[in-house]
């Protein structure tokens, strides 16, 4: 019955589908100088909440679902995306990901009259990156040529590992052999758009032996390596394991080790890293993420997923950090009754703004450009704002940071270290941006006109 | 059992024992030392106690009783305080009602009394109606001043010792205090079973009986004791007396003896425990009166006041409180400086045992060296600062007064006396022109069951302390009397001595002058630099250990930084123990996308917070606990 609605769905969808077989890699990834597009384009997120099982150190926001809901969850994307787009009033859409959850359960068919609910709404450029996280069992695999179909035209897969010993450890439901499988079909469809995520610091691994591993991987791998460090999150089982003394993972210091030996084999193989934990070559970088990282606007769609966009549509004139119902079921109901999920909206004020830009900016290796803060902070330049702090040129003298012409940027050595910096660069910020607004005060009040 | 043998203590003292709830046996043994039971017409009394207005002028001396409540710490003064106000009608009977006249959010969170409260209750007893003034004190070591403040101003105290914990070093401290000031006594056991205020009624007719009224004559002239104050940011200073002879009212002109300074009353009444305005208040009363007293240093408590044309005696006053423990504070940031100035200020006034002196420190900028009666006392002071004034202080290593005997002439001059005193370590002067060190000593008393006795040794013996005395005062139960240096007991000997001890033994301490001690300054150095405020005086023999100690404190607080920092104990140029702390080497949070700014952000404004409470030494960050956490030893 299910299949027969969704069948009625492709025959709905189909005239309206959009072609993507003429895919360039590497499309116009504009500078975004141009401070109009700031609330005039955003990305789109799409959260898919199911997966099959939990793996062992996952905290995210997902759900082991008993019965097959995908009509009711298409259409309630589908409605939610339009109503979060009215309320952006955005006229562009950048690049959509699907992330979760595992979203390569989704219906390649949800996929579908997603991007088709977009399009029918905004701008979605036939360039635009369209990204699906795909975890690589065979059904994941089998259903890649689909989601192409669908409009995706960048595949990361999630690979964790290449020791079987290790996925098992880690709850994973598919092999390595079936990750190479995958890997290379999704290289077959959209060579040079497939990006592999992998994980370090897991229990009992040797820096040896992740050496060894990633060098496996780069014989396999396409133009875009995710690097992750397993951090143990409250709650999951392996959180309890370790805490009881069944398991064990690496100390800091071989965990920092293994990240440098990482970054290092990575630069040899002309993997080039554009963030603290992603690494492109041929300039395959992941344009979505690319603009979470500077400060874009973004729409959340789906449960629990987040936003960060001008709510124009009802006369908003600030930024709002938003976040939808995190329960499936809940967020369905919320969805059918209003339109969306929206369960909570802060709205970000000036500080926070650049706050987030700050922190965002600052986590790739081309840091913050002069041009592009000046965009979000038109009265006080990064120069002003870090010019003078003490602590922040100790960081410049040592060479941890660096500020010059172009902007502000970690060095190599500081990238490693950001988290230790970024209070400091914080508070700078804060205490800057507040005298900026003592002396504006008082020039206004000794100047009333 | 031992419980009944301090039943016998206190019949051998021949003071009247009152069970506070009720098993029948003991209410059976007492009955024959001359408690009766009395009817009393609550709801009378009750709806008397509600008039808008009080005549005060109905209460003469002898229908007044002034006591305070004494007791060891957490014996459960507060809570009978809480039933006495609820019998009496002063405060609704509330399940809600707990720690009552423990006003300050120290207080309730750390459960303890810091700063005694005054209550005036009315009673009817035998068809005649008396005014009850009652205060309650603190039960800690640290603060008996407050104890010996309060039973200046009473006749008589209650003295309350837990059924189930016995006599305590406490106990004992305070029934001398109360004996000395020649009061009466009535000690009452306490939580027999819960705590349902059974036989409580019995406590209060007993004040009555055998409680002597104050002697205060109303045609003598007016002469009130100021026997606490508190500052009112709005009213200025709130005295609480007590008068020892005539009356006072609204607009009378008062003096005090000790500025010699007239003021006019403009408010005074009675604490039930909030301020309650009456028209007078009559000789033996006790009350609250607010005269225009602006400066914090106005109401000296131990002043007398009395009326403009009518001159008295000066009452004795107080000994100044002699402060033990000296630590430096300082503002977070120097531009907090006047606003923790004059926090410390309005501080000082409500807990004149502070000592206050301005300081200032290469790393930490002006600030000041205050004195206290002991630990727990500056933590609470540190901790009022925090939440009642809202300053943020970083507190130093907490030290003893020292004295050193000068040999240098030159020096002797410069301070114009042989002996000098030291507060701060840094200015510990060399041996070279010192003939001998001082360090004060104290008798200390330790109750405890037999079985602890032997680790009690041991650490008394690890704290330098010299044993004078030990004698069981029961069949299960030591009293141990050492002498010790008072640096060896200020940090954390009373924490440790509860948790080897399961909370069981219990201490107290008076002062036992000073010794001649091979005393030493050690320095500590992050990444090679000397913290000033870091610095101690340690005795030789200790002088290994305390510094190995203390670089393994400072190695724990202070977080890994970007690059090594070396922690190191050095006497004079001689290094002699170290700890390093590793650089970072990475820290960056490996995912950041869309999803996770909000965490990401929350975290990060965490830090935040955490850095400002961060002092820069050099270019180390020490968080500002780190001071004062640098001393607490293991043992």
Redesign the interface.
Known sequence: MISRTLHALTRALSPGLRRLSHVSSGGPIEDGSDSAHLTGHASLYVHWPYCLRRCSYCNFNKYISRENNDVMMTECLRRETDALLQLSQVSCVTSVFFGGGTPSLAHPLTIAAVLETVAGRVSLSDEAEVTLEVNPTPEGKSRLEEFCVAGVNRFSIGVQSLQDEDLKILGRDHSSHQALQTIEEARRLRPGRVSVDVMFGRPEQSVESWESELSELLKVCDDHVSLYQLTLERGTQLFRRVQGGEASVPAEDVTAEMYQRARTTLHQHGFLQYEVSNFARHNAVSHHNMSYWRGRQYIGVGPGAHGRFVPLGEGGVDREARTQTLEPDVWIREVQQRGHGTRRRIRLGHLELLEEVLVMGMRMTEGINHKHWQMFSPQLGLREVFGTSAEVREFLQSGRLVLDDRGLRCSWDGLAVLDSMLPALLVELERETSRKLQSDEQRERSDPR | MHRGDYRTIYLQHSYILIVVTGQQWLLQQFSSAGVADIDIDINRFLSFCVKESIDLSKFPADRIRNFCIIAHIDHGKSTLADRLLEMTGAIAKTEKNKQVLDKLQVERERGITVKAQTASLFYSHEGEQYLLNLIDTPGHVDFSYEVSRSISACQGVLLIVDANQGVQAQTVANFYLAFEAQLAIIPVINKISAKLGTNVEKVLQAVVDRIPAPAASIDDPFKALVFDSNFDHYRGVVANIALFGGQVRKGDRIVSAHLGKTYEVNELGLLRPDEHPTQKLFAGQVGYIIAGMKDVKEAQIGDTLYLQEQPVESLPGFKPAKAMVFAGMYPMDQSEYPGLRSAIERLTLNDSSVTVQRDSSLALGAGWRLGFLGLLHMEVFNQRLEQEYNASVIVTAPTVPYKAILSSTRLIKEHGSEEITIVNPAQFPDKSVVSEYLEPMVFGTILAPDAYTGKIMTLCLNRRAIQKNMVYIDDQRVMMKYLFPLNEIVVDFYDLLKSMSSGYASFDYENAGYQAADLIKMDILLNGRPVEELTTIVHRDRAYSSGKAMCERLKDSIPR???EIAVQAAIGSKVIARETI?A????????????D??R??KL??K??E???KMR?IG?VQVPKDAFIDVLKRKD
């Open positions: 930084q970007m690059f590793k970072y080497r990475k820290n960056v949070l490996a995912k950041c996308y869309g999803g700014i909000t990401k952000m990060l404004k830090q935040v955490g850095k400002k820069l270019n």
